[in-house]
Nanobody, 125 residues
Framework: QVQLMESGGGSVQAGGSLRLSCAAS????????MGWFRQAPGKAREGVAR???????NYADPVKGRFTISKDNAKNNLYLQMSNLKPEDTAIYYC???????????????????RGQGTQVTVSS
C-alpha cells in the first residue's frame, strides 16, 4: 500500500496561485494512476484532475486551462499547480491513487481506493 500526504494549501485572493504537493510513501514500486479531488462545504466531492503513469492527463471542465497536474517519479511526488484561482475553488483538496490498472486511469478519481487527509484551499474575492 502507498500512503499519501498533501501539503501546500492556504489562503489566497482571487486571481492568485497555489501549488499543492502530495508525497507518496510505502509501496511506491508499483505504477499508479494519481489524481486530485476536492470537497467544498456543503457540496459533493468533485474530481479535479488525473495523471497516468505515462504522463497522460485529464482535467475537469471547471479547472481546464487554470490547473496543471504533474508528478515527479524520482521523488514520488504529485503536484497540482493552481492559477487564476476563483472563490468557487475553495475546498479541501485530496490526493488519491489507484494501482489497480498498472498506472492507467480507467476510473473516476473519486473511486480511487487510496487517499490522503486533505489540505484546505481558501480563495477570497
Amino acid at each position: 500500500q502507498v500512503q499519501l500526504m498533501e501539503s501546500g494549501g492556504g489562503s489566497v485572493q482571487a486571481g492568485g496561485s497555489l501549488r499543492l504537493s502530495c508525497a507518496a510513501s510505502g509501496d511506491t514500486g508499483r505504477s499508479y494512476c494519481m489524481g486530485w479531488f476536492r470537497q467544498a462545504p456543503g457540496k459533493a466531492r468533485e474530481g479535479v484532475a488525473r495523471i497516468e503513469s505515462n504522463g497522460n492527463t485529464n482535467y475537469a471542465d471547471p479547472v481546464k486551462g487554470r490547473f496543471t497536474i504533474s508528478k515527479d517519479n524520482a521523488k514520488n511526488n504529485l503536484y497540482l499547480q493552481m492559477s487564476n484561482l476563483k472563490p468557487e475553488d475553495t475546498a479541501i483538496y485530496y490526493c488519491a491513487a489507484d494501482g489497480s490498472w498498472g498506472g492507467a486511469c480507467y476510473t473516476d478519481v473519486l473511486t480511487f481506493p487510496l487517499r490522503g487527509q486533505g489540505t484546505q484551499v481558501t480563495v477570497s474575492s
